[in-house]
């Protein structure tokens, strides 16, 4: 009984912190990832790749990224200015879809306008339609003090809002624009920004890009940290609760060596009406099998419970976590092919830890037996 009760509560707590470090995993993947280039080529142009790495390329667009910094009435702040094709990238851009004031469309060429975070904007304290200064430290102007970095008034035409520390580092402006600042007169600075359809497949087109020794950046060179930390915790986390539920699994041994040891001259009995030590092994297998998935069924159940619940009974513990911008709780995203494989290692564990109460069983002399009971 308690074997079968350790199993269920292990199996419920993985399921339930996997869940949640899936939707971590996923929250960040979508608002920092969209927010940063997965793959951005030094050349500008069509790029050469083989049809199954063309279909793991959602888009393609020019783009340029460079180091400024933005002064306001109030603060000086360093970031990255994204030079943009709008037109291009309205379909793709995850900021398009989450402009809370402005329009995306207002980034034109010649205006000379920006897109920031409602976080930026907060922190500079600057609203729609105020402007800022641009200064680009990698361009210069010669004038009668010397030569000074490149600098230019901008309009803050929108806002976004993504809830991530990514979005607090990047302004948005039309590439064309950029080019200007940059003291550039086409558009041959820029490189190729590729969208790809899960940003963590691109090891393939960046080898790809190796063998036509062509020059790019990714996004793990900016935030491979981060996801790799996400990703051990999780591994690390994965591997505590499957041996909470490995200890619970072989609880069943010490449970099934004293049923052996206390029906010894009950088998023996059995033994000598006919029963074979292949069918005294296959009764405590299956007696073993029978509360593996007892434990297993209860542990899936009351672990799909707590997902479905977890944001409710975490307020109603007055432990209620708000993400996003709607404050909508814990991010949670399930994977069945997970629940899979936690089911049947847990099933697996079970059927290991009967194997030698069941061999002990079958070995069982009658004789010896009897004749010491």
Not at 251 to 256: E, F, H, R
Not at 264 to 277: C, E, F, H, N
Request: aromatic share 6%.
């Amino acid at each position: 009984m308690f074997s079968v009760v350790g199993i269920a509560l292990g199996i419920a707590s993985l399921i339930t912190v996997l869940s949640v470090m899936n939707g971590l995993e996923g929250q960040l993947k979508q608002k920092i990832l969209g927010i940063l280039p997965h793959i951005v080529v030094d050349n500008r142009g069509p790029i050469l790749l083989s049809p199954a790495l063309q279909n793991q390329v959602l888009a393609s667009t020019d783009f340029v990224e460079q180091e400024v910094v933005v002064q306001s009435s109030t603060l000086i702040k360093g970031l990255f200015l994204q030079g943009i094709d709008t037109s291009a990238e309205k379909r793709h851009s995850i900021i398009a879809k989450n402009i809370i004031a402005g329009e995306w469309d207002s980034l034109q060429p010649g205006s000379f306008n920006v897109l920031i975070s409602q976080s930026l904007a907060s922190q500079l304290r600057v609203s729609i339609g105020q402007r800022l200064r641009v200064i680009s430290p990698s361009a210069s102007t010669y004038t009668p003090l010397g030569r000074m970095p490149s600098q230019r008034l901008v309009t803050v035409a929108g806002l976004f809002q993504l809830d991530s520390e990514a979005d607090e580092k990047v302004m948005l402006m039309n590439i064309n624009d950029v080019a200007k600042l940059s003291r550039k007169r086409d558009l041959a600075f820029a490189g190729t920004r590729l969208y790809l359809n899960d940003a963590f497949q691109y090891q393939g087109i960046v080898d790809e890009l190796d063998k036509q020794g062509l020059g790019y950046t990714t996004w793990r060179e900016r935030q491979g940290p981060l996801f790799d930390a996400v990703g051990m915790e999780k591994n690390m986390m994965s591997l505590m609760l499957f041996l909470i539920i490995a200890v619970a699994a072989f609880n069943i041994v010490s449970a099934l060596v004293m049923v052996v040891t206390e029906k010894t001259s009950d088998i023996a009995i059995l033994q000598t009406q006919g029963l074979v030590p292949r069918d005294v092994m296959l009764i405590f297998v299956l007696n073993g099998i029978f509360n593996g998935i007892k434990g297993v069924i209860s542990g899936v159940v009351i672990g799909l419970l707590l997902v479905y619940f977890l944001n409710d009974i975490l307020t109603l513990l007055g432990s209620g976590l708000a993400f996003g911008p709607n404050g909508s709780g814990l991010p949670i995203e399930m994977k069945f092919s997970e629940i899979v494989i936690i089911s049947a290692v847990s099933l697996g564990l079970c059927i290991l830890a009967t194997l030698y109460p069941a061999y002990k069983a079958a070995s069982i002399q009658p004789a010896n037996s009897l004749q010491t009971q």
